[in-house]
């Protein structure tokens, strides 16, 4: 495998930025500091450009792991935006082998079913047993429509089997029955709640952002989700932002039906310039889709940070004036003429798209 030497990026480590060049050899990062001298295969100016570990996005809709009818094509949706890592939320088919055919890491949650307010396993175990160590824990889509969750019984339910099994759970939260606090209050520490921003009744703005104190009290991961504008408030978000209430990972809900469609090209990075232009540091939105994601799907000894020895799955994401617009369900409006684009996404020392 050629040796690959990017020069004089903005280079996140994972832990802040630093001007330094970045040697990657076979499938490791094997160097990183200012004016590195030795011979590559191949040398890039990547000046001017941000040098990150991969981006993770831990929650979106998978072709082939999902439903096809609103799942995405994994490496079509994340090699051009920088994502070298995705997590499908809600796995109903599919096992291992396919997850491992994408060239972009892919794990997965089982998708939990509910019936008349008791959670129903059968599908969801089904697919642990077949992704096996792709497979995160339990996903419940845990809304009142259609009808099917009264009370925070199937939640419970959940929470209590994943505990046992030593697995985590993603709640989807958008048209919850209970308030945010109750759903928080149920969580096992390291559980992700996915679309902590949405609108409507029992949001996380509510009693002066109660659920959000407990969430960080109690280790919970607030991940924003935002589905380009379905399941976010982006008044909320602002409000949120402005109080120091950042979330702490980034994710698209992306599926087939978001893609190249809400927005412009919606992806992870169109996520990210949108939590830019709410104010939200550079630092805060990379550590959202880097280090953070990695640590609450339990990789962090393998993504989500630049060091010597450590894979060489990487993005490099410049500035663009490309525009974005978008409004979400709520009326409000969001858009800048500023933002990121991935010039170039390595998975295990490998270039794997270039702009």
């Not at 994943?162 to 559980?191: Q, R, W």
């Not at 924003?224 to 399941?231: C, I, R, S, V, Y």
């Given at each position: 495998?050629?040796?690959?030497?990017?020069?004089?990026?903005k280079v996140f480590d994972g832990k802040a930025f630093k001007t330094a060049d970045v040697l990657i050899e076979n499938d490791k990062?094997?160097?990183?500091?200012?004016?590195?001298?030795?011979?590559?295969?191949?040398?890039?100016?990547?000046?001017?450009?941000?040098?990150?570990?991969?981006?993770?996005?831990?929650?979106?809709?998978?072709?082939?792991?999902n439903c096809d009818t609103y799942g995405a094509p994994a490496d079509a949706v994340c090699l051009p935006f920088g994502v070298t890592?995705?997590?499908?939320?809600?796995?109903?088919?599919?096992?291992?082998?396919?997850?491992?055919?994408?060239?972009?890491?892919?794990?997965?949650?089982?998708?939990?079913?509910?019936?008349?307010?008791?959670?129903?396993?059968?599908?969801?175990?089904?697919?642990?047993?077949?992704?096996?160590?792709?497979?995160?824990?339990?996903?419940?889509?845990?809304?009142?429509?259609?009808?099917?969750?009264?009370?925070?019984?199937?939640?419970?339910?959940?929470?209590?089997?994943?505990?046992?099994?030593?697995?985590?759970?993603?709640?989807?939260?958008?048209?919850?029955?209970?308030?945010?606090?109750?759903?928080?209050e149920t969580l096992n520490p390291g559980d992700i709640l996915t679309h902590a921003f949405h609108g409507g009744n029992n949001t996380?703005?509510?009693?002066?952002?109660?659920?959000?104190?407990?969430?960080?009290?109690?280790?919970?991961?607030?991940?924003?989700?935002?589905?380009?504008?379905?399941?976010?408030?982006?008044?909320?978000?602002?409000?949120?932002?402005?109080?120091?209430?950042?979330?702490?990972?980034?994710?698209?809900?992306?599926?087939?039906?978001?893609?190249?469609?809400?927005?412009?090209?919606?992806?992870?990075?169109?996520?990210?310039?949108?939590?830019?232009?709410?104010?939200?540091?550079?630092?805060?939105?990379?550590?959202?889709?880097?280090?953070?994601?990695?640590?609450?799907?339990?990789?962090?000894?393998?993504?989500?940070?630049?060091?010597?020895?450590?894979?060489?799955?990487?993005?490099?994401?410049?500035?663009?004036?490309?525009?974005?617009?978008?409004?979400?369900?709520?009326?409000?409006?969001?858009?800048?003429?500023?933002?990121?684009?991935?010039?170039?996404?390595?998975?295990?020392?490998?270039?794997?798209?270039?702009?």
């Amino acid at each position: 495998m050629p040796t690959i030497l990017l020069k004089g990026g903005k280079v996140f480590d994972g832990k802040a930025f630093k001007t330094a060049d970045v040697l990657i050899e076979n499938d490791k990062v094997q160097k990183i500091a200012p004016d590195i001298k030795d011979a590559a295969d191949f040398i890039y100016n990547v000046s001017g450009s941000i040098v990150s570990s991969g981006l993770i996005d831990i929650h979106a809709h998978i072709r082939h792991i999902n439903c096809d009818t609103y799942g995405a094509p994994a490496d079509a949706v994340c090699l051009p935006f920088g994502v070298t890592a995705v997590v499908d939320s809600a796995a109903e088919k599919g096992d291992k082998s396919v997850a491992e055919r994408f060239a972009v890491n892919a794990l997965c949650f089982a998708r939990v079913f509910v019936n008349n307010d008791i959670a129903d396993f059968l599908v969801a175990d089904k697919m642990i047993a077949a992704y096996g160590d792709k497979c995160l824990g339990y996903k419940i889509f845990f809304t009142e429509e259609p009808k099917k969750i009264e009370t925070i019984k199937p939640l419970k339910q959940v929470c209590e089997r994943a505990k046992e099994k030593g697995l985590k759970v993603m709640v989807h939260t958008t048209g919850s029955p209970v308030s945010m606090a109750e759903i928080v209050e149920t969580l096992n520490p390291g559980d992700i709640l996915t679309h902590a921003f949405h609108g409507g009744n029992n949001t996380i703005d509510e009693d002066d952002f109660a659920a959000f104190r407990l969430a960080k009290e109690k280790g919970i991961f607030l991940d924003l989700a935002p589905a380009g504008f379905t399941h976010i408030d982006y008044m909320i978000l602002k409000n949120a932002i402005e109080n120091g209430f950042i979330p702490d990972t980034i994710s698209t809900d992306l599926t087939k039906n978001s893609a190249m469609k809400r927005g412009g090209n919606y992806s992870l990075l169109m996520c990210m310039s949108m939590l830019r232009s709410l104010g939200m540091s550079e630092e805060e939105i990379f550590r959202a889709v880097t280090c953070t994601p990695a640590k609450a799907i339990g990789k962090a000894s393998e993504w989500g940070s630049l060091a010597p020895g450590k894979r060489a799955d990487i993005s490099v994401i410049e500035y663009t004036d490309e525009p974005f617009s978008i409004t979400d369900k709520y009326g409000n409006h969001l858009e800048s003429q500023k933002g990121y684009r991935a010039n170039m996404t390595i998975i295990n020392g490998e270039i794997l798209y270039r702009r």
